[in-house]
């Protein structure tokens, strides 16, 4: 039971992820196309975003996992 309570909350930061990280590279484009001289600084800030947002998602993951593995109750 609750191996599968930690496996959904790993899976779940995976998805949360993949949102923001997506939502993260459609507003550069959307920046990218009405300031086009400022594509590198947008890009830049992009990369920085999507790492902090992988990093927060990998502590997610490995606390789920962590969870699955101990049976954390």
């Given amino acids: 039971m609750y191996g599968s309570i930690a496996a959904i909350g790993a899976g779940l930061a995976v998805l949360g992820a993949g949102i923001g990280i ?5 507003s550069a484009m959307d ?11 947008i890009q830049t800030a992009m990369i920085i975003a999507a ?3 992988e990093g927060v998602a990998l502590f997610g993951v490995v606390v789920g996992l ?6 954390v109750k």
């Fill in 22 to 26: 997506g939502r993260i590279g459609g």
């Fill in 66 to 71: 962590l969870g699955l593995e101990t049976g």
């Fill in 31 to 41: 920046a990218i196309a009405r300031q086009p001289e400022a594509y590198g600084k």
């Fill in 51 to 53: 790492a902090l947002v």
